[in-house]
């Protein structure tokens, strides 16, 4: 396998190192960057946490939206969770949450990625039986349409019982690739994932924790921007691309003439608008240059009020009722404002 894995990277197209030359240009001007207001930075890795949470589990057929995991999340025990997208969210939230605050002290090895397994179903009441563990039975990989419903069979993914022996040689190598310096970090991760992928070594959960561990890999090789600009979401507005991707690559992928281009060019795609978006961060170092005009219209008046309804906004400001509603969801998502009440006597306040 580690001579397969090693013969992919030979050969890869100008288009792909030419976004892999873009990538790295932006890296080096984060990293170079005067850093941004910690304040800011705090407000939106909270964010991109919540972002990034509704994103993975819709793909996988979640119908909760970001303003229904926000409301979960404010003071709701886990207990009364009773439906599987609830569970679901929770575990994915919460293993996120872990990485994005520990990702540097985290060792990336087998025991990890089971542990990830366990940590991201815990909640998943059906799941305790197979927490952790590869799969001990076939699992072919379906894509799942808007209403959450099975569309068709993608591919056949690898016997239960080859399982183990093909995670072994596929961590072991990605490891030392990475050690090495053989190939671009990013062409590991790309092979990594859709090798992963294509195992899919557990029975529930292999997309959710592939793009948990997409995060945790990028960040241990320096793209510490994951934490401000979600992957998943671009992931989930591109999923007919995402989905056509995989299945291109995984088509003949155990045979010698496997071709996983279009995955990685389509990973590399989503990695440079991820980028893009980091860098139009770096000017942004105080609230004024964070916000529309509007948006900041709206800010300005509610810094001097102790808190407020939407039509009063309107009317002081005079932003359009209709895009005050807009404007204030982008709030809330930087968590600057907060939610009081909920119906015709909601209101709003500066956090």
Known sequence: ??????????????????????????????????????????????????????ASTRIEGSKLSDEDIEKMLRGISIQKFSNRDGQEVR?????????????????FNENMVKHFHKELLKYVEKEVEHLGEYK???NAVVMINEAGESVGVLF???????????????????????????????????NFLVEFLTIHPFEDGNGRLSRIL????????GYVYMLYVSHEKLIEDNKPDYYLALRKS?????????????????????LLTQSQKAIQLLTQTNVETFLSPQQLVVWNYMEKVVQTSPREISRET?????????????????????RIGQGSTTQYRKV
């Open 214 to 221: 997409t995060n945790l890999l990028l960040l241990k090789q």
């Open 318 to 338: 005079g932003v359009p009722r209709p895009t005050i509603n807009q404007v204030l969801n982008k709030l809330l998502e930087l968590k600057m404002i907060e």
């Open 156 to 190: 056949e993914t690898t016997k239960a019982y080859l399982t183990p022996k093909e995670m072994y040689e596929l961590l072991n190598w990605t490891k030392i690739a990475l050690s090495q310096n053989k190939y671009h970090p990013l062409l590991v991760i790309a």
């Open 91 to 107: 575990g994915y939230y919460e293993l996120l949450q872990n990485v994005f605050n520990s990702w540097e002290s985290l060792v």
């Open 136 to 138: 001990k039975k076939e």
């Open 250 to 270: 995984q088509k003949a992928i155990r045979t010698n003439q496997a071709d996983i281009s279009p995955w990685v060019e389509f990973f590399m795609s989503i």
């Open 1 to 54: 396998m580690n001579n397969t894995l090693d013969s992919r990277l030979e050969h890869i197209s100008q288009d792909i190192w030419l976004k892999i030359t873009q990538i790295e240009s932006i890296k080096g001007k984060w990293e170079g960057s005067t850093k941004l207001s910690p304040q800011i930075l705090g407000r939106l890795k909270q964010s991109i946490l919540v972002t990034s949470t509704g």
